[in-house]
C-alpha cells in the first residue's frame, strides 16, 4: 500500500470500474488515502470504491475479528461484507479473472464498450 500511496494518484482497474486510492493530486483522480479517510472512517481504512458505489476497507478491528482484511461495503445490502484476503491479496484478486465474476450480476452487456465518437 505504501508503494501506491507514495508514488501513483491512485490506479484505475477495469476502465475505471474499480478505483484504488493513492496520493491523489491528479486532474483524473482528486482525492488520496488520507484525505479520503478522514472523517469517513473508525476502525477501518477506505482503500477502494467502485463506480456501483462500493467500497473497500481494510478492517482496523471494527468490521470483524480478522484485522488487516479487506471487506467490501456492499450498496445492495448496505452492510460491510468479507472478502477473506489481505490488502496485498485485494490487488492480486482485482486484476485477475475474480473481479469480473465479482461484479457479473452488476453489470449489463455492453458495459465496457468504448464510443467510437
Given amino acids: 500500500m505504501g508503494a501506491i500511496a507514495h508514488n501513483a494518484a491512485g490506479i484505475f482497474i477495469d476502465n475505471g470500474w474499480l ?16 484525505e479520503w479517510n478522514e472523517g469517513r472512517s473508525n476502525g477501518f481504512y477506505l482503500v477502494a470504491d ?3 458505489g462500493g467500497f ?15 471487506y ?4 445492495d445490502a ?12 485485494f490487488l492480486v484478486w482485482a486484476m485477475s479473472e475474480k473481479l469480473h465474476e ?3 450480476s452488476l453489470r449489463w452487456d455492453d458495459w465496457g464498450a468504448r464510443s467510437s465518437s
Fill in 56 to 70: 473497500f476497507a481494510i478492517n482496523g478491528g471494527s468490521l470483524g475479528e480478522d484485522p488487516g482484511n479487506v
Fill in 19 to 34: 478505483r484504488l486510492l493513492g496520493a491523489g493530486k491528479h486532474p483524473r483522480f482528486q482525492r488520496s488515502l488520507p
Fill in 102 to 104: 465479482f461484479y457479473d
Fill in 72 to 75: 467490501f461495503y456492499a450498496p
Fill in 50 to 52: 467502485d463506480v456501483v
Fill in 78 to 89: 448496505l452492510r460491510w461484507e468479507p472478502c477473506g484476503f489481505s490488502y496485498s491479496q
